[in-house]
């Protein structure tokens, strides 16, 4: 299983430098584009078989609990990622044998 947070890479360009001192060239990917790493990661992992569960999607339906600038959650963004984690693991994890 692996859990998709927002990363700063999408929601924010305050740590370009960082990525593109590791070799990113991130001048093709505005904002709004970035998301597509994740959509393509997540792709791939479920085409393998690896159960997946991003969460960015979810809280930016949330009033309030997705801020385009900043990664850190709020404690009702803390509570809904909980619950969709614990959500997740009882639907596709838990055996009901």
């Given at each position: 299983?692996?859990?998709f947070l927002p990363e700063s890479l999408q929601v924010s360009t305050n740590y370009d430098y960082f990525f593109k001192e590791c070799g990113f060239n991130l001048e093709d990917f505005p904002l709004r584009e970035r998301r597509k790493i994740t959509n393509y990661i997540e792709t791939q992992?479920?085409?393998s078989g690896i159960k997946t569960l991003d969460t960015t999607s979810a809280l930016e339906?949330?009033?309030?609990?997705?801020i385009n600038s900043d990664v850190h959650l709020n404690k009702e963004g803390h509570k809904i990622v909980s619950k969709l984690i614990v959500d997740f693991i009882e639907s596709n994890l838990v055996?009901?044998?």
């Open positions: 299983m692996v859990i992992l479920n085409k339906k949330e009033n309030g609990m997705y055996s009901t044998r």
